[in-house]
């Protein structure tokens, strides 16, 4: 089973970028769809995108088009998720989390990466 | 989007007893050609990833105690969990992966009473 670890928190003033990577360790990423999720302090869950671990096929949420990449780095086993032009509402706590290609319900998870926008 | 909606919102149960989670989504999440309920669960510990439980509404996630069981179909689905036992303190979260967004409920907090 793949495990996923994320890099460590990060401040950012309003209007930078900030970018979270994921590692898998015990597998590649090849057979999987890695999301991006992430939870705000006191909402939901919230979908931000994912990308295809094969073929690095990309699909966001409406919501953050324009504003969000995932890119994949093979060699390095690593995935990335670039947030541009940070409001003080992206402040939440990241997750990178490993779907099959088609069913997208997430079986393993990153640790969390903390992203804290101040000015 | 399909909006997920949880109840209640917080529940308190003694230990041994049952707790009861609903989940409703705003549509249809059972797609006819393969009758199959595009439903998961999770449960989530502070400073925790949420950890799978359930996927198609009523399959459990290899490792999770059978305690642990979904159910429900269309619209409205249900996250049991018999006998609760201290280590089941959690948040739990409902999610639809039918269409994309997929998108979570706003979360249940379960405590012991």
């Known amino acids: 089973q793949v495990q996923l670890v994320q890099s460590g928190a990060e401040v950012k003033k309003p209007g930078a970028s900030v970018k979270v990577s994921c590692k898998a360790s015990g597998d590649t990423f090849t057979p999987y769809t890695i999301h991006w999720v992430r939870q705000a302090p006191g909402q939901r869950l919230e979908w931000l995108g994912w990308?295809?671990?094969?073929?690095?096929?990309?699909r966001y949420s409406q919501k953050f088009q324009g504003r969000v990449s995932i890119t994949k780095d093979t060699s390095a086993n690593t995935v990335y998720m670039e947030l541009r032009r940070l409001i003080s509402q992206d402040t939440a706590v990241y997750y990178c989390a490993t779907s099959g290609w088609v069913f997208h319900y997430f079986e393993n998870w990153g640790q969390g990466t903390l992203v804290s926008v101040s000015s | 989007d399909i909006v997920m909606t949880q109840s209640p919102d917080s529940l308190a149960v003694s230990l041994g007893e049952r707790a009861t989670i609903n989940c409703k989504a705003s549509?249809?999440?059972?797609?006819?050609?393969?009758?199959?309920?595009?439903i998961s669960w999770y449960q989530k510990k502070p400073g925790q990833p949420p950890k799978l439980l359930i996927y198609?509404?009523?399959t459990r996630e290899s490792g999770v105690p059978d305690r642990f069981s979904g159910s429900g179909s269309g619209t409205d689905f249900t996250l049991t969990i018999t006998s609760l036992q201290p280590e089941d303190v959690a948040i739990y979260f409902c999610?639809?992966?039918?269409?994309?967004?997929?998108?979570f409920g706003q979360g249940t907090k379960v405590e012991i009473k």
């Open positions: 549509q249809n999440v059972l797609y006819s050609s393969n009758n199959k309920n595009y």
């Open positions: 999610q639809h992966y039918y269409t994309t967004p997929p998108t």
């Open positions: 990308i295809n671990g094969d073929n690095g096929q990309t």
């Open positions: 198609w509404a009523s």
